[in-house]
């Protein structure tokens, strides 16, 4: 069974930082990884995704990485604003599988 | 399109109440999944159809949870003999087919809770 763990659970940094958040994933057998974003009280978003072949994908300030033989991926965001403050999620699809593994997220605060 | 649209988005419900909540995908979005959340955690899987069919359920659906995606459209949740247990957000999902189908949508949510 997959286990996917994101460390931190939280994270309080000052407007204009750069944010680094993991996540680690037991099976390396991923046909891909997503991260989400929820706001609190709302569904999710999807800020970026890397198939299983791929290094990292970026949007914008968004930055992910993904090493698949080590079972893990970061979520760098680049000068941080207030209104990055949310819980981050990431979630892993086997192949040959639809569902998606989720870790429990990092919520994050970005103080201005 | 407006994306994926859960009703009602909050329920309260006594102990042993049943509840259904319903799910309406992005238009030809051919796979629905349903997920439930509880505070402090990521979301569980609970189930997934393709069109009208029900590939996938979870050991998280209890007998007393069904769902159903008739004419593979929109999809309905229901919860028999509600427990304060399942008091959690109930979310539903969906993608297309096909590369597209790598990323799915989630609707906003539709919040259980059981007193």
């Known amino acids: ?112 | 399109d407006t994306g994926v649209s859960q009703d009602p988005r909050h329920k309260i419900t006594k102990r042993g109440q049943n509840v259904t909540f319903r799910c309406d995908p992005i238009s030809e979005h051919n796979r629905l999944y349903w997920y439930r959340q509880t505070l402090g955690q990521g979301p569980e899987f609970l189930t997934y159809f393709q069109n009208e069919a029900q590939l996938e359920k979870s050991r998280l659906l209890s007998d007393r949870f069904s769902a159903e995606r008739p004419k593979g459209s929109f999809s309905t949740l229901e919860i028999q003999r509600t427990e304060q247990g399942d008091s959690a957000m109930y979310l539903c999902a969906s993608s297309p087919t096909g590369a597209a189908g790598n990323t799915i949508y989630f609707g906003e949510g539709s919040w259980l809770t059981v007193v």
């Open chain 1, 1 to 112: 069974k997959q286990e996917v763990t994101q460390i931190p659970a939280a994270l309080s940094v000052p407007e204009g930082e750069n944010l680094v958040l993991n996540c680690s994933f037991t099976d390396s057998a991923i046909y891909n990884l997503q991260w989400f974003r929820q706001d609190p009280g709302k569904g999710l978003t999807s800020l970026l995704l890397i198939q299983s072949s791929q290094r990292e994908q970026t949007s914008g300030r968004l930055n992910a990485s993904l090493d698949k033989s080590s079972g893990r991926s970061t979520l760098y965001i680049a000068a941080s604003q207030p209104g990055d403050s949310a819980t981050y999620l990431c979630a892993v699809r086997g192949f040959n599988d639809y569902k998606l593994s989720f870790g429990a997220g990092t919520t994050v605060t970005v103080r201005a």
